[in-house]
Structure formats: structure tokens, C-alpha cells
């Protein structure tokens, strides 16, 4: 999981290659769990901080804040990774790159670009 979750890192503009199903589906998890780990982590830091004195709140946030950053760049960071993947694996099952647009459909369009990418 973490293989496919990399190799989509290392080839971030590469619009003319080939993503299986598995490699897609794998980051699209790992994302959405690294995601929801950093906003936790976010939180959670706020909430901590907001009742404790404030020497000790500054030694336990900021260690908090950094990986909690670290972990929204990653997000930003992955949004450039997960377009050119969309448009390698609406191509590989026969669909013409233009259909990553459909999504801009209310209510519809999502679900239409889910089941390309699940077939």
C-alpha cells in the first residue's frame, strides 16, 4: 500500500502514463488517513492549549503544530499529485482525459467520475 502511495509521489506530472485501479485506491486511502491525522492532531492541539498556563501549553503545541503542518502540507502538496494520477486512470480505462471535468457537476458529476475510476 505504502509502494503505490509512493510511486505516486515520484511521478507527479506524468500525464501519459498508466495507474491501476490498486495504485489509485491506495492513495486516495493513505491520504484521507494522513489527512484526517493531521486535522486530529490539529485540533486537538487547540483544545489542549486553550485551558493549560501558558509555558507548559508552548512546549506541548509546538511539537504538536509542527506535525500537524507537516501534515497539512502534505495534503496541499498531494492534491498536484492526485490530478495527474485522475487523469493517467480515467485514460487507462478508455475514457478521454476531458471527463476529470465531469466532476464539476453538482451532485452527479462525483458520482460519475467514481465509477470510471472503479471500473
Known amino acids: ?17 498508466k495507474s491501476t485501479r490498486k495504485e489509485y485506491w491506495h492513495f486516495v486511502i493513505l491520504n ?4 484526517v491525522i493531521s486535522y486530529v492532531l ?3 492541539t487547540i483544545a489542549l492549549t ?3 498556563d501558558s509555558s507548559l501549553s508552548v512546549v506541548i ?3 504538536l503544530y509542527l506535525i500537524s503542518s507537516i501534515g497539512l502540507l502534505l495534503f496541499f502538496g498531494s492534491i498536484w499529485i ?3 494520477l485522475t487523469v493517467r486512470r480515467i485514460r487507462d ?3 478521454s482525459w476531458k471527463w ?3 466532476v464539476s457537476l453538482p451532485y452527479i458529476g462525483g458520482v460519475f467520475v467514481v465509477i470510471f475510476l472503479t471500473r
Open 50 to 52: 486553550d485551558g493549560i
Open 93 to 95: 480505462v478508455g475514457m
Open 42 to 44: 490539529l485540533l486537538s
Open 100 to 102: 476529470i471535468f465531469l
Open 82 to 84: 492526485a490530478l495527474p
Open 1 to 17: 500500500m505504502l509502494k503505490s502511495y509512493i510511486s505516486a509521489w515520484k511521478r507527479p506530472f506524468d500525464f501519459q502514463g
Open 61 to 63: 503545541s509546538i511539537p
Open 32 to 35: 484521507s488517513i494522513f489527512t
